[in-house]
């Protein structure tokens, strides 16, 4: 494309280019974007509707051809069950896609559904209350999303994209190896730190302004005893006042403490390391961490409204702290170029190099695409081109 196309109409594209699969859209779309802007009339902004149908159709075509058949993608999305090998660029796709983790706990939640509905196949009666059900197991699904999301993509992949022998390399295969660890980079890392600052923030003031009760714990001989108090006018004022004093503390380690701790910051050589940004997964995984803390403090007021003072104080130090080491990596006058290197910096940790962990390797760095992985006793596959995808990641 040449620097004459407007990025609104760049933009235009690729929203209706998001009928196609992700694959075909990192593949295709910058070569499919530069011809229609060719077409397109001179100082266009958006795509015609007519092209943008045509495009809209013939990617749900791509996605309908490429899908696996309707038993084989059921007992992939139920069981897990694993497709044959030539549904495994689609597998990757729906694996590295931000709905996975919560279509596995939609899955979790649906099978436990269908379970608390058998006595009524038999004829009993089914007692059931939605208030409770949703309420404990609204936070559990997204709680489950933020923590165990990562884990069931590993499965998965080992599940669906190792390439066994006698299968053919394609370009979303996988082979078990060491590789660089991953770290979320710099300004992701901040930008997700303050979105959870906030949240917190906001949740705190909504339950110091209206929780009627807040748990207490009052002292019975040698035990002691969880009772419910009500929240007084003192008691709101109080988590307030910690809340502002919070916001002074962190303005003031932000005028003199963050700055000089990431400018004298020295990071050591990381050849193992491979900083990415966030994602998609991790965005969703994100959302599901602040919703499900949301709904959890719904569902225990009291106990939020114990803990809204304090932990309003910590969200409302953090903010300014976060702000000035947003502005401090984002003019480069530091060396941490990840999360973690922020977090050591900040607490004037030295740097310490990371070290290969357990992951998957694409197969096409062993066997080129389209090279059937040898059985046992076959003779050994020559060998890579030089350098391993640890060494390139790093």
Do not use: K
């Not at 397109?40 to 058949?69: F, I, K, Q």
């Not at 059921?74 to 069950?81: A, C, F, I, P, R």
């Not at 596995?104 to 007692?127: E, M, Q, Y």
């Amino acid at each position: 494309m040449g620097p004459s196309v407007d990025p609104a109409f760049v933009r235009s594209v690729g929203r209706w280019l998001r009928a196609y699969p992700r694959r075909w859209r990192v593949a295709r779309g910058a070569e499919v974007t530069a011809v229609l802007a060719d077409l397109a009339p001179a100082g266009a902004r958006r795509l015609d509707l007519r092209s943008g149908l045509g495009l809209l159709v013939a990617g749900w075509a791509t996605r309908w051809r490429e899908h696996p058949p309707l038993l084989a993608y059921l007992g992939y999305v139920g069981l897990e069950l694993r497709l044959d090998p030539r549904y495994r660029d689609w597998a990757r796709d729906d694996i590295e896609g931000p709905w996975f983790a919560v279509r596995r706990w939609l899955v979790t939640f649906a099978v436990v559904g269908v379970i608390a509905w058998l006595p009524a196949l038999g004829g009993d009666a089914l007692s059931f209350d939605s208030s409770t059900f949703f309420r404990a197991w609204a936070p559990t699904i997204l709680l489950g999303i933020a923590i165990w999301g990562g884990h069931w993509r590993a499965r998965m992949v080992a599940r669906q994209l190792v390439v066994h022998p006698g299968e053919t390399v394609t370009p979303s295969g996988r082979i078990p190896g060491r590789v660089a660890r991953p770290r979320v980079e710099a300004r992701s890392w901040l930008a997700a730190a303050r979105v959870v600052a906030v949240s917190v923030l906001v949740l705190c003031g909504v339950a110091l302004a209206i929780a009627p009760n807040r748990t207490d714990a009052v002292l019975d001989g040698v035990g002691f005893q969880v009772t419910s108090a009500p929240m007084t006018t003192g008691t709101r004022a109080a988590g307030i006042g910690l809340a502002a004093l919070g916001a002074l503390v962190g303005l003031a380690l932000a005028r003199w403490a963050v700055g000089p701790r990431l400018r004298a910051w020295r990071p050591a050589a990381q050849p193992y390391r491979w900083v990415v940004p966030l994602g998609a997964p991790g965005r969703t995984r994100l959302a599901a961490a602040v919703g499900g803390g949301a709904l959890l403090a719904l569902v225990v007021p009291g106990f939020a409204a114990l803990l809204a003072g304090p932990v309003a104080a910590l969200a409302a130090a953090a903010l300014p702290v976060l702000a000035a080491a947003r502005r401090v990596v984002a003019a480069g006058g530091t060396g941490a170029v990840a999360g973690v290197d922020v977090v050591r910096a900040l607490r004037r940790q030295p740097d310490r190099a990371d070290l290969p962990v357990d992951g998957y390797l694409p197969a096409a760095d062993w066997l080129p695409v389209g090279t059937v992985v040898p059985l046992p006793g076959d003779p050994a596959p020559p060998a890579p081109a030089p350098g391993t995808a640890v060494e390139r990641r790093g």
